[in-house]
């Protein structure tokens, strides 16, 4: 089974890639990026990098991490229509979506929900034997969502997707 992992963003968002039969491995990861400041014109390029990128890797299911909180409403806004192309772009494919926090995904990669930014990367790397891989934060958050999100199949449950 092929996994994707998406931590959408407000001009950018992070994927990764794993297949998952008895182990995880990773396929790829990378930064959807978007090259303009209109807002419009961003979300129309996100919504085509999207597209090319399930259209090469043909992902079963998909892991997409929720927006817990924002103390800045402008952010929130932008993230929240960069999300919205996403699920679009997924949906439109048929693929299983899979709404996640980011609390759910420290502690399903981490086993802690306090977990920093470099907890997860290292269990991600650790996980996925990624030793000499260099990215972007958000590349690893990306694989930590779609590792979280294959446990969650694994054990015929997904995880509690209202955890904040």
Request: proline share 2%; with cysteine.
């Given at each position: 089974?092929?996994?994707?992992?998406?931590?959408?963003?407000?001009?950018?968002?992070?994927?990764?890639?794993?297949?998952?039969?008895?182990?995880?491995?990773?396929?790829?990861?990378?930064?959807?990026?978007?090259?303009?400041?209109?807002?419009?014109?961003?979300?129309?390029?996100?919504?085509?990098?999207?597209?090319?990128?399930?259209?090469?890797?043909?992902?079963?299911?998909?892991?997409?991490?929720?927006?817990?909180?924002?103390?800045?409403?402008?952010?929130?806004?932008?993230?929240?229509?960069?999300?919205?192309?996403?699920?679009?772009?997924?949906?439109?494919?048929?693929?299983?979506?899979?709404?996640?926090?980011?609390?759910?995904?420290?502690?399903?990669?981490?086993?802690?929900?306090?977990?920093?930014?470099?907890?997860?990367?290292?269990?991600?790397?650790?996980?996925?034997?990624?030793?000499?891989?260099k990215d972007h934060d958000d590349v690893f958050d990306a694989l930590a969502i779609a590792l979280v999100t294959a446990y969650s199949l694994r054990t015929n449950h997904f995880i509690e997707k209202?955890?904040?």
């Amino acid at each position: 089974m092929k996994i994707i992992g998406i931590d959408p963003g407000s001009t950018r968002a992070g994927y990764g890639i794993i297949s998952f039969e008895k182990t995880p491995s990773f396929i790829a990861g990378g930064i959807i990026h978007t090259h303009s400041s209109d807002k419009n014109t961003l979300l129309a390029e996100l919504y085509t990098s999207c597209n090319e990128l399930l259209d090469t890797h043909k992902p079963d299911v998909a892991g997409v991490e929720k927006l817990y909180f924002a103390k800045n409403v402008r952010t929130a806004t932008e993230v929240s229509q960069s999300r919205g192309v996403i699920l679009l772009s997924l949906a439109q494919r048929g693929i299983v979506i899979e709404e996640i926090t980011p609390l759910a995904v420290k502690q399903g990669i981490s086993g802690w929900g306090g977990a920093t930014k470099k907890d997860v990367e290292k269990a991600v790397r650790q996980t996925l034997m990624l030793d000499g891989f260099k990215d972007h934060d958000d590349v690893f958050d990306a694989l930590a969502i779609a590792l979280v999100t294959a446990y969650s199949l694994r054990t015929n449950h997904f995880i509690e997707k209202n955890t904040s």
